[in-house]
């Protein structure tokens, strides 16, 4: 594979959709909270995005299944009281390299924009590096009128002493110039472990701004499964890490590939 592509599974026709990112990050908050209404709403999955910025690996679930490094893209038609469309980005990583995340992040803004989006929500962590007895949601927008939004519904504004790395925050600024506009969600979490509550926090915020209505009573089930999912990318990476640093003539017999 030499450059990023994007496999379109199927055709479909949407109506000025929102468009939510949870990508793995601090926590995988986003990613819980992405993955929870996929499966509660039964989003369909109608395209892949593979690129050789990812990590080069793969996943191998507990039935010896391999499973490649991928995005995925989810819609929904007419949910929710406002009867709105979605797409949902998902995945199991992100770009390793900034010229890689730009280039993702690019075509990600291209496939959606195609399909009439010109509203974002990114979902991510924000690390406190300690224990959280409740969870806050904190956030940033593309706009004044947003961030007055985001807290009259209870939200902290990031302050200016931080950025967003990644594509949570890159898809934003990206996307503000092409005309989008949009907000960062990331619920308050240690930092160090899959965290459900910090999902759960910042699930309610966005059930509220987006007029949803749906069950967080599963997340902690998801939360344990997609701790499975990390703890095995992280020791692929780690046998990587010490297959690459061993000396000439050395030979690591764990390592298989």
């Known amino acids: 594979m030499k450059e990023t592509i ?18 793995p990050g601090i926590g995988h908050v986003g990613k819980l909270a992405a993955d929870h209404i996929i499966d509660e709403l039964d989003a369909t999955k109608f395209a892949e995005l593979y690129s050789p910025s990812f990590p080069p690996q793969v996943l191998v679930d507990d039935n010896g299944i391999i499973e490649p490094m991928k995005n995925e893209f989810y819609y929904l038609k007419s949910v929710g009281k406002e009867k709105r469309d979605y797409i949902i980005l998902i ?21 959606v924009e195609k399909h009439g989006v010109k509203e974002i929500y990114t979902l991510g962590g924000l690390a406190t590096g300690q224990p959280v007895e ?12 947003l961030a007055k939004k985001l807290e009259k519904h209870g939200v902290i ?9 990644g594509a949570s925050g890159l898809l934003l600024g990206m ?24 999902a759960r926090a910042l699930l309610n915020v966005l059930m ?10 599963k997340l902690e089930e998801r939360a ?19 297959r690459m640093t061993l000396k000439p003539g ?6 298989i590939g």
């Open 134 to 145: 409740i969870s806050k949601v904190y956030g940033a927008a593309t706009n004044i009128e």
């Open 6 to 23: 994007i496999n379109v599974i199927e055709e479909v026709e949407l109506d000025h959709p929102i468009f939510i990112e949870a990508l």
């Open 175 to 198: 996307g503000s110039l092409r005309g989008m506009e949009g907000v960062c969600l990331m619920g308050e979490t240690p930092g160090y472990y899959i965290d459900a509550e910090a």
């Open 91 to 111: 995945g199991n990583t992100q770009g390793l390299s900034p010229e890689g995340q730009y280039e993702i992040c690019g075509m990600i803004l291209d496939f």
């Open 250 to 255: 050395e030979e690591d017999l764990r390592y």
């Open 224 to 242: 344990k499964e997609t701790r499975k999912m990390i703890s095995k990318a992280q020791q692929m990476e780690q046998e990587m890490i010490e």
């Open 157 to 165: 504004l990031r302050s200016a002493d931080g950025g967003i790395i």
């Open 208 to 217: 509220e701004l987006l007029n949803l209505e749906i069950d967080t009573e």
